[in-house]
């Protein structure tokens, strides 16, 4: 770990960020200095060539004696767009960041062969979650890396349901890397940084701010091959993301939800707008048909038969709920009228379910979720 390189290109990027500077003039400066190594002399000879060389070479320098001693960790790394490991897919996007901090193991799935990019609400329901799950850990089976944006919701489903299946993903972060935000995703990080990495533009100690998110959603476009949205209401952030993959020339998706919640109208806009219909993950365009290698398939193995035997072992209310939550979450008092059974033999029946792991509170409501025999 070079804190001396640290130091410059936190320096670099905090000068050109209060001039204003584009990522295109920062990478030409770095393009001629052939890196980080050679960017203070760069710029002290190119310092009278114009004011604004001038006022770079001498913020920089006011940064770089102002930077205070950094408590970097072993897995903090910086790459510049000059760098032979910087993200391939980057180069070919409007405005590449031009250094990229991160915290991790390596940037390796960030070189693979298909990526994708998955964001949505922060507020979702549980729909939006179930569907986040079941896709993701589909994805993650097949060996796929999966990006999101590290935000509560639908970001943080995406990236917990990679990590459960044993795979990497990456978080690119509106903030530092050394930043926690949301708070409540601390652990979720530190877990993300043990196999994959947190992403960001800005540096160490960058705290959150409201423009930073646009800015890091192009990113998030910019390093996958194709996005998928799983649920956005209208007016969401996602659409930036969506609207900066389109601008590049990736494939956008969309997952379709309940017209009566409204928390599916993003993507039933970017549907009727052309995105691509999923419903499983082998309506993602280019989605590979087969696992490259399967992480405990042994165990995960489904296990029909003892389901089956567990179902005709079931009273015909037992059936009746859970054909019922197959379709939605329901209330106590919901499922009652419907399967026609009284209270107390429902809530009976429904304890029965839950003690099999078949059925599960949330928020008040009963949700179907997959027991140990199914």
Same mark, same amino acid.
């Given at each position: 770990?070079?804190?001396? $390189?640290?130091?410059?290109?936190?320096?670099?990027?905090?000068?050109?960020?209060?001039?204003?500077?584009?990522? $295109? %003039?920062?990478?030409?400066?770095?393009?001629?200095?052939?890196?980080?190594?050679?960017? #203070?002399?760069?710029?002290?000879?190119?310092?009278?060539?114009?004011?604004?060389?001038?006022?770079?070479? $001498?913020?920089?320098?006011?940064?770089?004696?102002?930077?205070?001693?950094?408590?970097?960790?072993? #897995?903090?790394?910086?790459?510049?767009?000059?760098?032979?490991?910087?993200?391939?897919?980057?180069?070919?996007?409007?405005?590449?960041?031009?250094?990229?901090?991160?915290?991790?193991?390596?940037?390796?799935?960030?070189?693979?062969?298909?990526?994708?990019?998955?964001?949505?609400? #922060?507020?979702? *329901?549980?729909?939006?979650?179930?569907?986040?799950?079941?896709?993701?850990?589909?994805?993650?089976?097949?060996?796929?890396?999966?990006?999101?944006?590290?935000?509560?919701?639908?970001?943080?489903?995406?990236?917990?349901?990679?990590?459960?299946?044993?795979?990497?993903?990456?978080?690119?972060?509106?903030?530092?890397?050394?930043?926690?935000?949301?708070?409540?995703?601390?652990?979720?990080?530190?877990?993300?940084?043990?196999?994959?990495?947190?992403?960001?533009?800005?540096?160490?100690?960058?705290?959150?701010?409201?423009?930073?998110?646009?800015?890091?959603? #192009?990113?998030?476009?910019?390093?996958?091959?194709?996005?998928?949205?799983?649920?956005?209401?209208?007016?969401?952030?996602?659409?930036?993301?969506?609207?900066?993959?389109?601008?590049?020339?990736?494939?956008?998706?969309?997952?379709?939800?309940?017209?009566?919640?409204?928390? *599916?109208?993003?993507?039933h806009d970017l549907i009727r707008e052309g995105a691509v219909i999923v419903e499983s993950i082998d309506d993602i365009p280019r989605m590979p048909a087969h696992p490259a290698h399967v992480r405990g398939a042994t165990n995960r193995t489904p296990q029909r038969p003892?389901?089956?035997?567990? $179902?005709?072992?079931?009273?015909? %209310?037992?059936?009746?709920?859970?054909?019922?939550?197959?379709?939605?979450?329901?209330?106590?008092?919901?499922?009652?009228?419907?399967?026609?059974?009284?209270?107390?033999?429902?809530?009976?029946?429904?304890?029965?379910?839950?003690?099999?792991?078949?059925?599960?509170?949330?928020?008040?409501?009963?949700?179907?979720?997959?027991?140990?025999?199914?």
């Open positions: 770990m070079d804190t001396t $390189r640290w130091k410059i290109a936190t320096a670099f990027t905090k000068a050109a960020s209060s001039l204003r500077m584009s990522q $295109r %003039e920062r990478a030409i400066i770095l393009e001629n200095s052939k890196g980080l190594e050679y960017l #203070r002399e760069q710029l002290l000879m190119t310092r009278d060539e114009s004011p604004q060389h001038g006022e770079l070479y $001498r913020r920089f320098m006011s940064e770089l004696s102002g930077t205070t001693t950094l408590l970097l960790s072993n #897995r903090d790394r910086i790459i510049s767009i000059v760098d032979g490991e910087y993200p391939q897919r980057l180069l070919h996007t409007d405005q590449p960041p031009s250094i990229l901090f991160f915290r991790g193991e390596s940037l390796a799935e960030l070189h693979s062969s298909f990526i994708i990019t998955v964001i949505g609400t #922060r507020n979702p *329901s549980f729909y939006g979650l179930e569907v986040t799950k079941k896709l993701c850990t589909e994805m993650a089976r097949r060996d796929i890396t999966i990006v999101s944006g590290g935000a509560r919701g639908i970001d943080g489903q995406a990236h917990s349901s990679a990590l459960a299946v044993g795979k990497a993903t990456i978080a690119v972060l509106g903030c530092g890397v050394d930043v926690s935000y949301p708070k409540e995703h601390t652990h979720l990080f530190e877990q993300i940084a043990e196999t994959g990495a947190l992403v960001s533009e800005y540096p160490l100690g960058t705290l959150p701010r409201r423009h930073h998110f646009p800015a890091r959603n #192009r990113i998030l476009a910019g390093l996958c091959d194709v996005v998928l949205v799983t649920e956005a209401s209208r007016f969401s952030g996602t659409l930036i993301t969506a609207g900066f993959a389109a601008d590049y020339g990736r494939d956008v998706c969309a997952v379709p939800g309940s017209i009566l919640s409204g928390s *599916s109208r993003s993507c003892e389901a089956e035997r567990r $179902r005709t072992e079931m009273n015909r %209310e037992e059936v009746c709920i859970l054909n019922l939550l197959e379709a939605a979450p329901r209330t106590l008092h919901a499922i009652s009228e419907h399967c026609q059974i009284d209270l107390r033999t429902t809530a009976l029946s429904l304890a029965t379910l839950q003690s099999r792991g078949l059925v599960r509170l949330y928020r008040g409501l009963y949700v179907r979720s997959r027991g140990m025999c199914e």
